[in-house]
């Protein structure tokens, strides 16, 4: 089946192409909001975008392998982002990750996103997030958490429908 | 004891004040703004007419404000470098990329009073003849863009934004520009390549100097978050007004974030060098727990070069007769500002204190950041590429039992062969500096770990229990 997308994106993407004199700047932006409604970037979405913005597949899969928010799979329903860099580790977030991993039967020593078997969670270790001060910091979704204790990470799971 | 000084945080934490722009207008939000628009042209006495904009322009460049985002590269300066003769048109981005490990200031911003910066902006592209203008905000702030996107909607409605702000005359547009996790799109040429939609590959300088040749290959500003905001000030205050806080060469605000081995880590905003690094840890930022001492302090951000607790620097001061006299200063006595961490060998970067106590293992922490280093590195110049890898790994062995005692200088090294002209961008500096610094100034630390692996394996032993 082709690969379409729905009205209510396509206009969304007619909107942020608008935003630029070229075209292709508006790629990144239209990665995000395709990644946002599927999930994920496919080849099929990548041959899409590029056709969309006359430009060569190429143009548009070498950002996704370029930048590390986009996927080339499905990720979980819930994705958990730890922060792994220095003032976080310096304040638990390795114990943190590896909780987190421990509780959803991920591999805490493995690298890049991790998704359960049955799809609900993917967690990653990620680079700094920005929030120093209130470390160890996580991102679930797209709501961030700051000095996250093991117990406070097993209620924001727990929430997760 | 040295007091905050809140300029640009001034409301920010105050109970009840919201990012929406009616919250804004109560505090006096915008007046910088019609200020700005109403500036009469001047006549020179030799008849030249200065307009609004190159009246901004001027007194952002007496302000003596120094951007915010790490280089501490003037502003007025930077404004100077445009090529205003090119008929091109002019862009102005600002850098909401905040990524260098230890800052969370630009966060508070835009979260909590992102009209002050989108003011800020305006004027600014005001000042420049900018009519469209981006924000690039990095991808993990998705919060950050709705935020903006809100307040941009906001300042259109009230005409702060679009066709004729406020009956000017002059147009402006701001659009949110996403990020996706990629530390290097701070990086002001690699930002502009990621704008253009591509891979944010930094550019060759010679010959594209944002200024003349950035965005489309047309004359760009790229500034920090932080840095439009003081220029809302300076409008407000005046440059000359806003050159008086602060320390000479060192002017204004800044909003040091303190992160770590201490009991009040958080953000702070201080005149620039009214308070030295130890009143930063101590006074500001609760001091070390219980029971600890101090190991180490990154002074600017990650990128920064470490100080070493004790280290002490032989600083240049003018005297009573203006001649310069030299004094040793202990580390925690140096005044936060620009120079004199400059001078001291490091720099305050992206006012970034980055705090560890005497329980730190200084292997895992190099090795923590130097796979940051690694993992963020563009891929564009070899030795940038490879050598963040292989100090990476390195230091992964070193900090899982596997050292060998030679590995410091090995480490060195690799350090010293990427920066100094064979990168393209400063990012081989960025990724070189921790390791020559924490290498070479806790060099037993690091020989001794490589010693001890090397026994335990001569004696058959496995791993150590700490891997």
């Given at each position: ?161 | ?268 905003e201080i005149e620039v060098g009214k308070a030295t690094i130890g009143q930063l840890i101590n006074d500001f930022a609760g001091g070390l727990r219980e029971g600890r001492k101090l190991k180490a302090v990154i002074p600017g951000g990650s990128s920064a070069k470490v100080f070493k607790a004790g280290e002490k620097f032989k600083l240049k001061k003018k005297g009573p007769d203006g001649k310069d006299i030299e004094q040793e200063v202990d580390m925690l006595d140096l005044p936060y500002d620009f120079d004199s961490l400059m001078a001291a060998g490091s720099m305050s970067g992206s006012g970034a204190l980055i705090i560890m106590d005497d329980s730190?293992?200084?292997v895992a922490a190099l090795a923590n950041l130097s796979e940051f280093y690694a993992h963020e590195s563009c891929g564009q110049c070899t030795p940038c590429r490879e050598g963040s890898l292989w100090m990476s790994k390195a230091l992964h062995r070193m900090a899982h039992g596997e050292g060998r005692k030679q590995d410091a200088d090995y480490l060195l090294k690799i350090a010293d062969n990427i920066p100094g002209g064979r990168t393209i961008c400063a990012f081989g500096e960025a990724c070189s500096w921790p390791v020559q610094s924490f290498v070479g100034k806790f060099k037993d630390e690091f020989v001794a770990r490589g010693e001890a692996d ?14």
């Open positions: 089946m082709a690969f379409s997308v729905p009205a209510n994106l396509e206009a969304e993407i007619t909107e942020l192409i608008s935003h630029y004199p070229q075209k292709r700047s508006a790629s990144l932006m239209i990665l995000h909001a395709v990644q946002e409604h599927f999930g994920w970037i496919s080849q099929e979405a990548v041959e899409w975008i590029a056709a969309r913005l006359e430009l060569q597949p190429i143009n548009v899969y070498e950002l996704v392998t370029f930048y590390p928010m986009f996927r080339r799979e499905p990720a979980g329903k819930h994705v958990v982002k730890v922060c792994r860099t220095l003032s976080c580790a310096l304040g638990g977030s390795h114990e943190l990750h590896g909780h987190v991993c421990q509780k959803l039967g991920l591999d805490a020593h493995a690298h890049g996103l991790q998704t359960t078997a049955d799809g609900k969670f993917s967690v990653e270790f990620v680079e700094c997030l920005a929030s120093c001060g209130t470390a160890p910091v996580m991102m679930c979704n797209e709501d961030f958490h700051q000095a996250v204790t093991a117990a406070k990470a097993d209620e924001i799971l727990g929430k997760c429908a | 004891m040295p007091q905050e000084f809140r300029l640009i945080l001034k409301y920010a934490d105050e109970p009840g004040y919201t990012p929406d722009i009616e919250c804004y207008l109560r505090h006096g939000g915008y007046e910088s703004l019609r200020k700005a628009l109403a500036i009469a042209p001047k006549t020179l006495p030799d008849g030249k007419v200065v307009g609004a904009p190159e009246q901004i322009r001027d007194d952002v460049k007496l302000s003596g404000l120094r951007g915010r985002g790490g280089a501490g590269f003037s502003c007025g300066l930077k404004w100077s470098f445009v090529d205003r003769r090119s008929g091109k048109p002019i862009y102005l981005i600002c850098n909401a990329d905040e990524s260098e490990p230890g800052t969370f200031k630009d966060r508070q911003i835009l979260h909590k009073d992102p009209h002050q910066m989108i003011e800020g902006m305006i004027i600014s592209c005001f000042a420049n003849d900018v009519k469209l203008a981006y924000i690039y905000i990095r991808g993990e702030f998705p919060e950050g863009a709705r935020i903006l996107n809100r307040a941009l909607n906001e300042a259109r409605a009230k005409n702060f934004l679009g066709k004729n702000i406020l009956g000017s005359g002059y147009d402006l547009e701001i659009h949110v520009h996403r990020g996706a996790g990629a530390y290097i799109c701070g990086e002001e040429t690699g930002l502009i390549e990621s704008l253009e939609g591509k891979r944010a590959y930094p550019r060759i300088k010679p010959p594209y100097f944002p200024a003349i040749l950035g965005l489309y290959q047309c004359p760009t500003i790229v500034n920090n978050v932080e840095t439009l905001c003081a220029v809302k000030h300076i409008v407000g205050m005046g440059g000359a007004e806003f050159a008086k806080l602060g320390t000479p060469n060192n002017t204004g605000t800044r909003i040091v974030s303190v992160s770590g081995h201490v009991r009040k880590p958080g953000y702070y730190t293992d200084i090397e026994a335990r394996r001569a004696a058959g032993a496995t791993r150590p229990s700490h891997s």
